[in-house]
């Protein structure tokens, strides 16, 4: 591999990096990403339904993209964007877990205790230990595929070319507008949503590795279906249990769910209070913490091998 320029990194920032290509990798990554979703989206539909194939599509491109930007642009592997498997990560994830399950109760157990809703039993839609399973698997691999994408390579490559908030913000937002095509999705979800996004975002910066925010995610979507709420307007049929509100549209999210409630929107509040005060392990990040004042010369792409 021939050297290609250097850049000079002050406070974790990249000093002198070439707008040009910064924005070459970034289009490349999304790029991959979407093409191999539109490769494997319609085949995974087929073989396992709508809710199946997109979050496997999502997976198997958030995995691809990557795998495939990091081998070309920095020649590196797929576990160097935070996905480490140590001591850290598994305290981590376990915080990332907590905080979101938590979030999610914080929500919903208010509002069954005062009789804004109840759960009501619904006889067609009875579990078993394999549907169980089967929700779970698909919830896990949709968080993972989720924030292998919006905090992957693209998301750490900006971070260290204009700094934390600068990045944290715009692609939260970006994560929520991209929700937007969700059944039941209003404003007040996208706005939610984009809060979300940045706190998944700030997770990342407080532990330089995908799992804590890779454990809020799983823990805030795995919570929800057991209560008998929607899941960013999708439907999880887990326990045989639905919760029906008395209160209004403002309270429960409507079709969309909890995410589109005035009730997030405070756990939000919470929910950055504790990642704040929470004992996260922070983690040596190749990709975006280099040694303050040293330079780095970026490798001339080449083939992956």
Known sequence: MGSGGCVRYI???????????????????????????????????????YLTGVTGATLVSAVFANWLALRI?????????????????????????????????LVLIPPLLVGAAHLTNTPADQPTVGSIIFVSILLAGGSIGEEL??????????????????????????????????????WFSTANTAGFGILFGYAYLRSRD??????????????????????????????GYE?????????????????ASILTSVALIALFVYLRKAPVRRQASPLTDPPAGS??????????S
Not at 222 to 229: A, E, K, M, S
Not at 244 to 257: E, K, N, P, Q, R
Request: hydrophobic letters at 45%; glycine letters at 14%; aromatic letters at 14%.
């Open 11 to 49: 406070d974790g920032v990249a000093s002198g990096r070439d707008p040009l290509r910064l924005g070459i990798h970034i289009t490349v990554y999304v790029a991959l990403f979407y093409a191999t979703a539109f490769v494997f989206s319609g085949l995974l539909v087929w073989l396992g339904g």
């Open 295 to 304: 330079e780095v010369c970026e490798a001339t792409p080449s083939s992956p």
């Open 149 to 186: 994408f919006f905090r992957g390579y693209g998301f750490q490559e900006l971070l260290t070319a204009v700094g934390p908030w600068a990045t944290v913000v715009p692609v939260g937002i970006i994560f929520a507008l991209l929700h937007g095509s969700n059944p039941g999705a209003t």
């Open 243 to 259: 919760m029906s509100w008395t209160a209004g549209s403002l309270w429960s999210g409507g079709d969309y769910g909890p995410e």
């Open 73 to 105: 642009y920095e020649d590196r592997h797929v576990v160097e964007i935070g996905l480490w498997l140590n001591r850290l990560s598994a305290e981590n994830l376990v915080l990332g877990l907590a905080g979101g399950a938590g979030t999610a109760a």
């Open 210 to 239: 995908l799992w804590l925010p890779i454990g809020l995610h799983f823990g805030w979507n795995f919570t929800l279906p057991l209560f008998g709420v929607n899941v960013s307007g999708l439907r999880m049929k887990v326990t």
